[in-house]
């Protein structure tokens, strides 16, 4: 991976904007942050922002900024984004260097340097590696954010493309910062009783077909009544994905203010992604997220959805 060309384009450009996807998660989070840390580290007269809608949610990985209303383009690095409809807050034109950081299958080429590694566990990882592979610097704190990158996308290293390559980084990066990895684990997994609240009802009316596609649509008022929005149902959607009569399952949320359906999507065996993309969406083979416009396109991928669970063989 040609990582000494990503640091020479930093070491280059003294404005640099760092964005990831929108509807963010901890790894699009974590990466993007612990690499303006790490760049300020390296390089503490550089001017980088790092953009994007803020996720209450994961507050606790860092603040994100705001970007000057007169804004000198020069440097954009976008992490953990496989497509340019997908980056949130900023479009790539206009820029004099763009960098794409992602470890999903390709899309569609947006970055005049493009690390891309559908193999790496995570965004995470990728700027792990990063770091080890130049003079870039590591903190603490960068170690902490990038910790909880990796063990976020992986599921607490559940998933299959959880490697060797990941647990020796991990474990360098634990043995080089020294953290405390078992505390890093409290603020990701731990939730308000609501929320415990809002499982129990996506349990007892989660729709299984005989196909073996688990479902779930969420309303305005359902949404109200558990006082959670629509991005906590794909929170929680990991706890679903252990029915055994389910191949796959989705969580259908209303979002108003998008003006979608916020979906998320995942699968034990059968790829999803492609399928996912055909709603505004897209993602890893096994998991994925869409954005139908309603609830009637969301009834059209469900039906695509349940048609490759009939497909698919155990």
Partial sequence: MPYKKVYKEIKKYDNIVIARHVGADPDALASSIALKESIKLTFPDKNVFVIGAPANR???????????????????????TPDKRR??????????????????????????????????????????ELIFNTKLKLNKSIAEKLYIGVVSDTERFLHDYT????????????KETNIDFTKLYLPLYLRPLRE??????????????P????????????????????????NLINYLTNI??????????IDLGNDCVKCSIRSRKIVINEIASHYNGGGHALAS?????????????????DEACMKSID
């Fill in 58 to 80: 994961f507050s606790y990985l860092g603040t994100l900024d705001k970007l000057p209303e007169e804004l000198n383009k020069e440097l954009l690095i976008v992490t953990d």
């Fill in 87 to 128: 980056i949130d807050g900023i479009s790539p034109s206009g820029f004099k260097s763009v960098i794409k950081i992602d470890h999903h299958p390709f899309v569609e080429k947006f970055g005049m340097l493009e690390l891309i590694d559908d193999t790496a566990s995570s965004a995470s990882q990728m700027i792990i």
């Fill in 163 to 174: 490697t060797t390559k990941t647990f020796d980084l991990v474990s360098r990066l634990i």
């Fill in 196 to 209: 415990y609240r809002y499982l129990g009802y996506l349990l007892d009316n989660l729709v299984v077909t």
């Fill in 211 to 234: 196909n073996g596609l688990g479902y779930i649509k969420v309303d305005v008022d359902t949404l109200k009544k558990y006082n959670v929005d629509s991005s906590s149902a794909g």
């Fill in 244 to 253: 055994d009569e389910v191949k796959v399952v989705v969580t259908c949320s």
């Fill in 289 to 305: 997220g869409a954005r139908p416009k309603n609830f009637s396109e969301v009834d059209n991928m469900l039906q695509e959805l």
